[in-house]
């Protein structure tokens, strides 16, 4: 047990140093055990169902009275189906494949050397997080497959909930015969103990937060440790032209409302002004009670349209809000989505190939799309299990970051003898 009358400092050195301790047992420690790890609790989450409920329910109610909006309480509910959900998503992390120990390339040198780059555990692992009570069960699968120890620090907001789901984690995990200090939840909701975790480089190898703007910048500005993450997630959907009209709206309709508050919701529709259907799809989102802010054009569509603001292009509105701007096919597209994404998921529809092809390879994003909803922007549906989160920088790992996004690699050389001259 922390004492909580401790330094932010002597909290985290602590903790550090017990998931120093806890990563060199996992990194020896054979994947059957770790899947077994996982698979014990994945059902510690379904047998704890009544008492994570109970205590999510303490957090929901805290969260009405001190005002959270819709799109942030809607990120801290759970259910008897988002707990299944959540334990399927641990299990799931149990059939992938390991990544450890896996050969990336190998080679032999002209004098003989023998050279091989391995995947190996990243070490320890520190996640900041907000709301989102599954992102513990997910976090610690992850890291733990993949052989890492983790210190989650979760928010204030969901911090029953966030108990009780590492209490059953820790209880799989310790069922195992591994570590239970190899998944620590930060015992106090402490603001200060943020700053010390960012600071804490002798005990924490990568940093991923995950929640709003505001935390993420704090992250990025503080952080000693090397940080994995995404600032906003202004992402487009462009209409084309060529877009088969049915296609158009179902796919815009889902990227935007399915549920407004992920970050791989669109933010802004682009439209060809070649599009001859861009009344309906317009008439379509404000039909489905979304506000539409759009440019002169759009405005002209429908008297309902909010007339946009420079400021909306460059907006994560995470709400039943939408941008909408015409343009000149797909090169302005190109152009306007380079001005004001944040390189997260860009999408085009359109039945040209051609088209769809200049898109894909001119628009710098971690996830690039051709008639897909950008909602599939989520590791569980590219197939990776659970998620850690998305990253859109352009070292180690971009986009949904899984296992391997969790791995780092070292050079093993195999020699007969040689001395170089």
Not at 47 to 67: E, T, V, Y
Not at 206 to 217: D, E, Q, Y
Not at 356 to 368: G, K, Q, T
């Amino acid at each position: 047990m922390n004492d909580l009358t401790q330094t932010p400092e002597m909290l985290i050195a602590q903790m550090g140093a017990r998931a120093r301790r806890a990563a060199a047992l996992l990194a020896p420690a054979g994947d059957a055990q770790k899947v077994d790890a996982l698979r014990r609790a994945a059902q510690a989450l379904r047998d704890q169902a009544p008492a994570i409920l109970a205590a999510n329910a303490r957090d929901m109610d805290n969260g009405i009275d001190n005002g959270l909006s819709a799109a942030m309480l809607d990120r801290l509910r759970l259910d008897e189906d988002r707990i299944a959900a959540m334990a399927a998503g641990v299990d799931q992390v149990a059939t992938l494949d390991n990544p450890l120990g896996s050969v990336i390339d190998s080679s032999v040198r002209p004098n003989g050397l023998e050279l091989s780059r391995v995947r190996v555990p990243l070490g320890v692992i520190g996640i900041i997080y907000e709301s989102r009570p599954n992102v513990t069960a997910d976090a610690a699968a992850l890291c733990l497959r993949a052989g890492n120890a983790v210190i989650l620090r979760g928010g204030s907001e969901a911090k029953e909930s966030n108990r009780a789901i590492h209490a059953a984690m820790a209880e799989g995990i310790a069922a195992a015969g591994l570590p239970a200090d190899a998944v620590q939840l930060v015992p106090t909701t402490d603001r200060a103990v943020v700053g010390a975790l960012l600071r804490a480089s002798d005990f924490v190898d990568l940093i991923v937060p995950r929640g709003g703007k505001s935390l993420v910048a704090r992250v990025q500005e503080e952080a000693r440790v090397p940080v994995l993450a995404h600032l906003d997630g202004i992402n487009h959907s462009y209409v084309d032209g060529a877009a088969d009209p049915a296609m158009a709206e179902s796919l815009v309709m889902n990227a935007k409302l399915r549920r407004t508050g992920v970050c791989g919701s669109t933010e802004t529709v682009l439209i060809d002004r070649a599009y001859s259907h861009a009344p309906a799809l317009v008439k379509a989102l404000l039909d489905a009670k979304c506000e539409v802010r759009g440019d002169d054009a759009v405005q002209a569509m429908d008297d309902r349209v909010v007339a946009a603001s420079d400021e909306d292009w460059d907006t994560e509105y995470l709400d039943a809000i939408v941008s909408i701007r015409l343009v000149d096919g797909v090169e302005e597209a190109i152009a306007h989505i380079a001005a004001h994404a944040s390189h997260h998921t860009d999408a085009i529809i359109t039945e040209d190939a051609a088209v769809a092809e200049r898109f894909l390879n001119a628009v710098d994003s971690a996830i690039v799309m051709w008639n897909a909803s950008t909602q599939f922007a989520d590791g569980g549906e590219f197939g990776l299990g659970a998620e850690i989160g998305i990253s859109t920088g352009r070292l180690h790992a971009r986009g949904p970051v899984a296992l391997e996004g969790l791995t780092t690699y070292k050079w093993i050389v195999r020699g007969r003898g040689q001395a170089r001259p």
